[in-house]
Each structure stands twice: as C-alpha cells, then as structure tokens.
C-alpha cells in the first residue's frame, strides 16, 4: 500500500492550495482517507475525514474553510485549503484506512494503516 502526497508550498495568507493524495498497490474505495497535520513542536491532528461513500468530517480549526473529497476512478483524495492562515503551516499527511462502512471515517492517527509521506505548507503572514 502506498500513498502519494503532493501540492504543498508557499503561499500568503488568505491564499489556497490544493493539496492531493494518490494510492497504488490499493482498492482505493474500501478505504476511508484522512489528512493529518504536524507542526513544529506539536503532535500530530486529525483535519478532515472522508468515508468510502463520501461523508466527511472536520477540525474545528478548519470547518468552513478546507474541503476533503475524493475521485475513485483516480484512487485520489484532496484537501482543498481556502482562506490559509499562519497557523495552518505544518507538514500535512495523507492516510488511508480499509473501512467495512460506507459512512465511517475515521480521526485517530493509530486507526490507518497507510500513511503518504507529507508535503510542507508554509503560509506567511
């Protein structure tokens, strides 16, 4: 199982990035996605959630202004980020959990199996 981050870098704060998340070597649609943060110093949290079915979840740090969805023709998942902040630089994670529930995602870190290997986001102020 493998997992592809990509679409990180700079950007000024109020900007937007897209970020994506490729699987190989996976059947992508039993799995639920998740993406992850970690910044300096800090552990690792949870942002946004996507179930094999599409329901979703979010941080409160985020709700309203990221977005996760998913394409499973393209085994890809994406993270749309709007309206970035200074706080939101971090190393961003993608990870995927095989899920017998169509409507369950998933917030702990321990409960995926696949992790990509990150991609920075550096937003200045």
């Known amino acids: 199982v493998q997992l592809q981050a990509s679409g990180g870098g700079l950007v000024q704060a109020g900007g937007s990035l897209r970020l994506s998340c490729t699987a190989s070597?996976?059947?992508?649609?039993?799995?639920?996605v998740g993406w992850f943060r970690q910044a300096p110093g800090k552990e690792r949290e949870f942002i946004a959630g996507?179930?094999?079915?599409?329901?979703?979840g979010y941080a409160d740090s985020v709700k309203g202004r990221f977005t996760i969805s998913r394409d499973n023709a393209q085994r890809t998942a994406y993270l749309q980020m709007n309206s970035l902040r200074a706080d939101d630089t971090a190393v961003y994670f993608c990870?995927?959990?095989?899920?017998?529930?169509?409507?369950?995602?998933?917030?702990?870190?321990?409960?995926?199996?696949?992790w990509g290997q990150g991609t920075l986001v550096t937003v200045s102020s």
């Open positions: 990870a995927a959990a095989f899920s017998f529930s169509d409507i369950r995602y998933y917030i702990n870190p321990s409960q995926y199996s696949a």
């Open positions: 070597k996976l059947p992508f649609s039993t799995y639920a």
């Open positions: 996507i179930s094999r079915s599409g329901n979703t």
